[in-house]
């Protein structure tokens, strides 16, 4: 009776599960990058990953999984490359939950999802430039580890709650998250009043780990998305904010803000350009700290020209230029540590220059 049964089981399951509901993807992603200074490693104090470093390098190489059933699905993502515990705590995992679906118009996801702030993806071929922004690396969250709710009561109306560990920034800074004993919390609503326009306002409140987690932080994001045919634009704004003390895992500052403006025009089947204009500022927290820090306002533009000489190859060429208001970019002279004989640049440039030449190649179902 016990084989019968652990026999029929699968069974069931196999026919349950409709091939047409399954998605794929494998993929890899590498470049080279020009730095103006000449100086090799990653090109900022700020920890902006992916794309950083001077000569070559491999963004990301991995893999997609997903299944979406009439009740059910499930999504994996596996990322490896550099810097990919920037993107991910669970690295090589980069996204990995089950779906409940218990009703047409409502979707119930546990496990380790995408934040649903900023315009920008981790996946380069999904945005407008091959390089990410600055708002996207200083100010958005990347990941949330919890349970999120998808309600769609109108064709037009998305509405997302989401339950999770960590702080505004998802949980891309372990070391404070013993500190934030209370859960994120998070809402977003997207209202498409056209077929070609997406507007979302979203925000995420969290303890920022003071005072007995009686101190919050939020951040609020809020999108503009035209995508009339061959043509993308997009307006993202964010504002985060702490009620006194600082924000989680960014000492001395109490509020940061940032707008990133961009686009893409696909020009034929094979050619496509893409823009990227965004500033990003903060604000000191009256802490001692701040007698150290110095405000970090970044301004930046980047432009991409893109070729597909085949469906699954995309060849892309980038310049991007950065500036800010602090020293913040790696330049000359080389210095020697006395002690360990080590070299590394200066950390005494206020601009930055570079030109990436990316080659992405990918084969799925997405």
Known sequence: MT????????RVAQGQVDAENVS???FASGYYMFNAHLVAGPYNA???????????????????????GEKWGIDLELRYGQNVDALTEFAP?????????????????????????????????RNPTYTRGVVYFKIQPFRHLGARAVLRPHDQV??????????????????????????????????RPTDDVDLRLGSVASPNGTDGNRRWQAIVDFIVDWHPGALHLFIDGDYQVTRRGELTGKPGI???????????????????????????????????????????????????????PVEYLIISLEPRGEV???????????????????????LNQRWFFGIWLGMTAKIGTH
Request: net charge negative; no cysteine.
């Open 3 to 10: 084989s019968l049964l652990l026999g029929s089981a699968p």
């Open 24 to 26: 794929w993807l494998v």
């Open 46 to 68: 700020l920890e902006f990953p992916y794309a950083n470093t001077q000569g070559f390098g491999l963004t990301f190489t991995g893999g997609d999984f997903a299944y979406r």
């Open 93 to 125: 995992v980069s996204i990995a939950y089950a779906t409940w679906i218990p009703h047409p118009i409502v979707e119930l996801d546990f496990g380790y999802f995408d934040a649903f702030v900023g315009v920008e993806n981790a996946d380069e071929w």
């Open 158 to 191: 998305d509405i997302t709650f989401i339950v999770a560990n960590g702080s505004i920034f998802g949980t891309r800074f372990p070391d404070a998250q013993s500190d934030v004993q209370a859960p994120a919390l998070a809402a977003q609503v997207i209202y």
């Open 254 to 308: 109490e509020a940061q803000w940032g707008v990133s403006a961009g686009g893409s025009y696909r020009i034929t089947d094979h050619w496509t350009v893409g823009f990227r204009a965004e500033y990003a500022g903060d604000r000191l927290a009256d802490t001692a700290d701040a007698a150290i820090l110095a405000p970090a306002a970044i301004g930046s533009l980047t432009a991409t020209v893109r070729y597909l």
């Open 324 to 346: 800010s208001k602090s020293d913040v970019y790696f330049g000359r002279p080389i210095v020697t540590d006395p002690v360990t004989g080590e070299t590394s640049a200066s």
